[in-house]
């Protein structure tokens, strides 16, 4: 059984610096798109940052480059997202996802990914 398990949401302040991670259970990272995703209320669940551990590419929303760093730590079957210098529209419910996949190019579709963790809040005050 799959589990993705995130932690790390906090209410920081502007400026400030957090790092999420999702505890991955019963999961091969073998050709594997591993995502964070941001909703923020009222609006779509989008894509933040990924990686594909086939190659270990990376994509980052435009929003977010420079400032976040994804990561897989597969012996400690954890993903990361470093997030600094947060700003108030970087807060909302972050989740980690995770779907096979055979190209990177899938990676950036909400959809495709099949498991999904719990989400974790973050919360950017001035």
């Known amino acids: 059984q799959v589990q993705l398990v995130e932690s790390g949401g906090a209410s920081v302040q502007v400026g400030g610096s957090l790092t999420l991670s999702c505890a991955v259970s019963?999961?091969?990272?073998?050709?594997?798109?591993m995502g964070w995703f941001r909703q923020a209320p009222g609006l779509e669940r989008d894509v933040v940052s990924f990686?594909?551990?086939?190659?270990?590419?990376?994509y980052y929303d435009d929003s977010v480059k420079g400032r976040f760093t994804i990561s897989l730590d597969t012996a400690m079957n954890t993903l990361y997202l470093q997030m600094n210098s947060l700003k108030p529209e970087d807060a909302g419910n972050y989740y980690c996802?995770?779907?096979?996949?055979?190209?990177?190019?899938?990676?950036?579709?909400?959809?495709?990914?099949?498991?999904w963790g719990q989400g974790t809040q973050v919360t950017v005050s001035s």
């Open positions: 996802a995770a779907q096979v996949s055979t190209a990177a190019g899938s990676c950036l579709s909400r959809g495709s990914y099949t498991y």
């Open positions: 019963g999961y091969t990272y073998r050709r594997a798109c």
């Open positions: 990686i594909y551990s086939g190659t270990s590419q990376t």
